[in-house]
């Protein structure tokens, strides 16, 4: 659905990304489509931005236009979670997964029209160890992948960087991970990757979730049991170009609450940032739990 306009418009904005004409360009198309009053918050690093999201609304700021990558957003995400502001996604970040996931282009003047004129989509956001997120979570090889794929490399090569460059992390033995999914016990095997997601893509298009919605009410589960060279390009190269599901080393589920214990700690991600390494980690679906503008 559309919205009518809103009385106060807020950007919070991370001031080294980039997008078409920069900040300047923003702030003169918002003031375009009549946006008096702006409140305006420019930050140095994604996690300062919480803290100004929520000033903004406490400003009374019904939309807020978020300015940055998948840091950036998915940490105004978190601060916004639950308190009625409609947020407006501008791209200015390299892989930008949740705006690609819901149609939003690379494209400044477009994303802005979007925030005024687009329709306002109710999305599901996950929630892990207390912090939400918007497109995955995961622990082991994806974050590995996500993180330090070239972009150089996938301007040339496309989906199949993500190959490469996942070929690249493969050492060492899966630790033992269990997995539960609305309290029964769902997998008890060593796995090298474990992935909930919210929508279906992640970095440079590559299906994950081929069948995920982020306004379902679920999350997405999957788990990797591939080890060594070989049995990793047979599952990236099967994510790269077809269903993730039908590779013999990944197996998938959907879940409302999934509990994940590991033998040993491992780094896990929210939407593609690392926050740590953890043994034991807490996930579960928060339906509705925030509003984005999308195309039409």
């Known amino acids: 659905m559309t919205a009518p306009a809103p009385k106060r418009v807020a950007v919070v904005a991370h001031r080294k ?3 078409g004409g920069g900040l300047d360009e923003l702030r003169a198309a918002i003031a375009a489509h009549g946006a008096e009053d702006l409140i305006w918050y420019e ?34 995400l978190d601060a916004l ?35 005024f004129e ?5 999305l599901d956001l996950g929630r892990l160890n207390g912090e939400h997120f ?29 190959v490469w460059t996942g070929l690249r992390h493969v050492r060492g033995a899966a630790p033992r991970v269990r997995i539960t999914v609305d309290g029964t016990t769902w997998f008890d095997e060593p796995a090298s990757c474990v992935l909930v997601g919210n929508v279906g893509k992640i970095t440079g298009g590559v299906h994950a979730f081929d069948d995920a919605q982020p306004d379902d009410g679920w999350l997405e589960v999957g788990v990797a049991t ?7 390009a047979r599952t ?18 959907r879940a409302r609450r999934i509990g994940i214990r590991l033998t040993e700690p491992m780094t896990y991600e929210l939407d593609g940032g690392a926050r740590g390494r953890a043994k034991k980690m807490t996930v579960r679906v928060v339906p509705a739990a925030i509003t984005v503008c999308v195309p039409a």
Request: net charge positive; proline share 4%.
């Open 17 to 19: 990304k980039t997008l």
């Open 43 to 76: 930050v140095p690093k994604s996690r300062k931005a919480p803290k100004k999201a929520r000033r903004a609304v406490q400003q009374g700021a019904e939309l807020v236009f978020v300015w940055g990558g998948d840091g950036m957003v998915q940490r105004c």
């Open 81 to 115: 979670a639950g308190r009625g502001a409609t947020v407006a996604i501008v791209p200015a970040g390299t892989a930008n997964l949740l705006a690609g996931n819901l149609g939003i282009p690379d494209d400044l003047g477009e994303a802005v029209r979007i925030g």
């Open 118 to 122: 687009g329709e306002r989509r109710r």
């Open 134 to 162: 918007a497109v995955m979570a995961g622990a082991g090889f994806d974050g590995r992948l996500i993180r330090d794929a070239d972009r150089d490399l996938k301007d040339r090569a496309g989906k199949l960087a993500y």
């Open 226 to 232: 591939a080890q060594g060279a070989v049995q990793w």
């Open 236 to 253: 990236l190269g099967r994510m790269a170009v077809g269903r993730s599901e039908h590779s013999p080393f990944v197996r998938m589920t």
